[in-house]
């Protein structure tokens, strides 16, 4: 998958292809390409496969505050199309509009437990043996991924780039929920502002879908950040957004003070928006002049605890490890390598309750 690297407050780059390049395999897939190699970090077009690095630049790690430390972003797909839902919300704290008018009273299903995921060989083998209930590919569709029973896809808008009638139209068609734009606080992401950001979002409330907000890699409950202007900014216009969608990467490898750092987090958001909350990305990196992984029985022992903690918080409606294949340049991450072998950490997630 193309690597993609994130680069926040003078953090350094790590590698992110998987997300890119998972969204340019499925684009491909769809247009029946037998297209293999990621593209590096840009938009998401179709399911990419294994070899998945990084964003270029290194995001800092939300903290306790809502404050980050620098963290790269995953690799990321293209989103292929999607389409939103237009209508009116209730401000929420901080001017966040409401959860309203959307088709479907709520989440898609009871199930909490998904992954992030782009193509490799056993991917689909893989994503049924892990029992996530739901999955998404960073793009509007998940070509060269088989849903197995009982898990759900669930589409993305990438960026500016996937605000089409064909990429919505495609999205539309895989369900009720809708992801907004992945990372536009990063350039090495969507790069988007928030000016740009909302004069699109109309076109992804037109579907009709339960629409996530746009995920921020950093500083969701930061006033004035990225995420808190564009929802005044959605809440003066009246526009919907029916979730909030966030990432968080945590570097102290510590477990019980890693769990309640992302704890810390996501009361933070919850506190400042008053939506519920999906937890799109989210593991253990530490970004630096050079990004450093803890081993593996600490990646598990991190995944354990907090899905733990993430079950038992009512107003978090779902959460997505990062992710489902292990490639070289995610760490301890990964949870299948090829073929469908579970790492250590893929053990742990197949374990985690649904």
């Known amino acids: 998958m193309p690597i993609l690297h994130k680069a926040r407050q003078g953090a350094p780059a790590l590698s992110r292809q998987p997300k890119l390049a998972a969204a340019v395999l499925v684009a491909a897939g769809a247009a029946g ?29 939300a903290t306790a505050a809502g404050g980050s430390k620098a963290r790269h972003s995953p690799h990321h797909p293209r989103p292929t199309a999607a389409t939103t839902t237009t209508t009116t919300g209730a401000t929420g704290a901080t001017g966040a509009t409401g959860a309203t008018g959307a088709t479907g009273a709520g989440p898609a299903g009871p199930a909490k437990k998904g992954v992030s995921a782009w193509i490799f060989p056993g991917v689909s083998n893989a994503l049924a043996e892990s029992g996530a209930s739901w999955y998404y590919t960073w793009s509007s569709n998940h070509v060269g991924i088989t849903s197995p029973p009982g898990a759900q896809f669930v589409p993305m808008i990438w960026g500016a780039g996937s605000v089409n009638p064909a ?24 790069d988007m502002t928030v000016s740009q950001a909302l004069r699109l ?18 500083n969701a409950a930061s006033p004035g950040g990225w995420l808190d202007s564009f929802m005044r900014g959605a809440a003066a216009r009246r526009y919907r957004v029916n979730f909030i969608t966030v990432h968080w990467y945590g570097a102290d490898f510590a477990t019980a003070a890693a769990v309640a750092q992302l704890n810390s987090y996501l009361q933070a958001i919850y506190a400042r928006y008053h939506l519920p909350i999906w937890l799109t990305e989210f593991a253990l990196a530490r970004f630096g002049a050079t990004t450093s992984f803890p081993a593996e029985r600490q990646q598990a022992a991190f995944l354990t605890a907090s899905i733990s903690m993430l079950d038992r918080l009512t107003y978090v409606q779902r959460y997505a490890w990062f992710a489902l294949p292990a490639s070289p340049g995610d760490g301890s991450t ?5 073929g469908a072998v579970a790492t250590t950490v893929g053990r742990a997630f197949e374990a985690a309750p649904r």
């Open 334 to 338: 990964g949870l299948f390598r090829s």
């Open 167 to 190: 990429t919505l139209g495609q999205a539309q068609q895989q369900g009720r929920a809708l992801l907004g734009f992945n990372e536009p606080d990063l350039s090495s992401q969507s």
């Open 33 to 61: 390409i037998a297209a293999v190699a990621w593209p590096q970090r840009a938009q998401p077009a179709a399911l990419a496969s294994p070899t998945a690095a990084r964003p270029a630049a290194a995001t800092p790690v």
């Open 201 to 218: 979002w109309p076109q992804l409330m037109a579907t009709g879908m339960r629409v996530g907000s746009p995920a921020v890699a950093a």
